[in-house]
């Protein structure tokens, strides 16, 4: 146990630029950008005289129907989701590159050989890949979504209160972030296991690539796709290969971005939202609860178990890498 835990120290040194300060320094930009934006507005739109459709923002509010409070609510929830979905995009971008150079960058430069002289199993080491990518860095990246939500909260909350309008009625209230926050948490070890073929892929290229992992990692998928396409327009079988770029090729390569899952997101290569659906809508406990009840979820864990264990057999006898 104490093998792993320093395993698991080991991996968030070494890649703490990823994990813990590339979501910050996002964060960082974002609330510099927000300070700046309401500082040029105040300074340009009349300070505390800024008006919105010719009424003071505080008289706008408080004379607003209770349709346009919902309105208005619903606004504050979507915010708050797109900027938890910012820091998620990019977790899944370190998280794809952290897996993909995780086994194969301690063949290149030969540390392997001094971690297989340490009483460190294989299957350790391969384990606290995994655990870093499925658990450490997704709880580091909700904390820093928290910080988020609370900074830019306190923000445009000090901007209305400037404004002459509460808050805490207008925006701290309706915000409702910890059910959000609630969701998020629930929600790692979900996108742990929707994820799982994606980390046996990539960690399976890892330890077996000599060089070039990420065109070994794109191209056997890609290129299985054109066989594929190649093949039904020769044959006229009619291969459903359309089912495979979205449920084998996209789940293979990209469902290490959280929340790929969401039946509100259409199939693309990041984030794409369906007619009727917004960020808001991408965890909610109703969609949670079908993924695990339904097959698909669970027989792409067992093909990601195959690829892992693939991988630490890899580990065991490919040492070395170009």
């Known amino acids: 146990m104490n093998a792993f835990v320093t395993l698991l120290q080991r991996e968030f040194w070494e890649h703490r630029g990823g994990f813990l300060w590339a979501p910050l320094v996002v964060i960082s930009v974002f609330v510099m950008i927000t300070l700046m934006g309401l500082t040029i507005g105040?300074?340009?739109?009349?300070?505390?005289?800024?008006?919105?459709?010719?009424?003071?923002?505080?008289?706008?509010?408080?004379s607003a129907s209770i349709e346009k409070q919902a309105e208005i609510t619903q606004g504050i929830q979507i915010?708050?989701?797109?900027?938890?979905?910012?820091?998620?995009?990019?977790?899944?971008?370190?998280?794809?590159?952290?897996?993909?150079?995780?086994?194969?960058?301690?063949?290149?430069?030969?540390?392997?050989l001094f971690w297989k002289s340490m009483p460190v199993s294989d299957l350790q080491t391969v384990a606290s890949k995994v655990a870093s990518a499925a658990v450490v860095a997704p709880v580091l990246a909700w904390a820093a979504s928290i910080v988020f939500h609370l900074l830019m909260l306190g923000l445009l909350g000090g901007f209305l209160a400037w404004h002459g309008v509460s808050p805490i009625k207008v925006l701290w209230?309706?915000?409702?972030?910890?059910?959000?926050?609630?969701?998020?948490?629930?929600?790692?070890?979900?996108?742990?296991?929707?994820?799982?073929?994606?980390?046996?892929?990539?960690?399976?290229v890892s330890s077996w690539a000599r060089s070039k992992p990420f065109l070994w990692a794109v191209f056997v998928p890609v290129l299985t796709g054109l066989?594929?396409?190649?093949?039904?327009?020769?044959?006229?079988?009619?291969?459903?290969?359309?089912?495979?770029?979205?449920?084998?090729?996209?789940?293979?390569?990209?469902?290490?971005?959280?929340?790929?899952?969401?039946?509100?997101?259409?199939?693309?290569?990041?984030?794409?939202f369906d007619h009727g659906h917004s960020p808001a809508d991408l965890i909610s406990w109703t969609s949670i609860s079908d993924l695990l009840g339904g097959p698909n979820l669970w027989l792409g864990a067992l093909a990601g178990m195959a690829m892992l264990v693939g991988a630490i057999y890899l580990r065991r006898y490919r040492e070395i890498a170009d």
């Open 227 to 272: 066989l594929l396409a190649w093949f039904d327009m020769l044959t006229k079988l009619r291969i459903p290969d359309s089912w495979y770029w979205t449920h084998i090729f996209s789940r293979g390569l990209f469902s290490v971005f959280p929340y790929s899952w969401s039946p509100g997101r259409t199939f693309s290569f990041g984030y794409q």
């Open 79 to 112: 915010g708050l989701a797109s900027m938890a979905m910012l820091v998620q995009i990019v977790l899944g971008f370190v998280l794809f590159f952290y897996l993909l150079g995780a086994l194969f960058d301690d063949r290149k430069d030969r540390s392997i």
């Open 42 to 62: 105040e300074a340009h739109i009349g300070g505390r005289n800024m008006q919105i459709s010719g009424m003071p923002i505080a008289q706008m509010l408080e």
């Open 173 to 204: 209230g309706p915000a409702e972030p910890w059910q959000l926050w609630a969701k998020m948490l629930v929600a790692i070890p979900v996108n742990a296991l929707w994820a799982l073929p994606c980390y046996g892929w990539l960690l399976l």
